[in-house]
């Protein structure tokens, strides 16, 4: 189980920390990534972590000033924005991949959170 938090209000250039609290999986076994969707929009990925190698991978319009992590023993990833513009707003998701057979290529999704960004 994944349960994401930490979305809200925030006006253009502010900063958000989402957190992925995982249960039932150590994160530290697991390609693990943050999605969005913005209505109307397909759902897309922001970010990528992976187990083994370490490799991190950015969508292009979050180059910068997004940083994803995560801390193995609270089992939590994290999706820090900074210099957040209106066209971030959406809600966003995280997810784990175990065997990839799942919507995206991942298999566990989190609830989701609401992400806006507007003076």
């Known amino acids: 189980q994944l349960q994401a938090s930490g979305g809200g209000l925030v006006q253009p250039g502010g900063s958000l920390r989402l957190s992925c609290v995982a249960s039932?999986?150590?994160?530290?076994?697991?390609?693990v990534a943050w999605f969005r969707q913005a209505p109307g929009k397909e759902r897309e990925g922001v970010s990528c972590s992976g187990s083994s190698d370490g490799s991190i991978v950015y969508t292009d319009s979050v180059k910068g000033r997004f940083t994803i992590s995560r801390d193995n023993v609270r089992n939590t990833l994290y999706l820090r924005m900074n210099s957040l513009k209106p066209e971030d707003t959406a809600v966003y998701y995280c997810?784990?991949?175990?065997?990839?057979?799942?919507?995206?290529?991942?298999?566990?999704w989190g609830q989701g959170t609401q992400v806006t960004v507007s003076s």
């Open positions: 997810a784990l991949r175990t065997l990839g057979l799942g919507r995206l290529g991942y298999d566990y």
């Open positions: 039932g999986f150590p994160l530290s076994y697991y390609r």
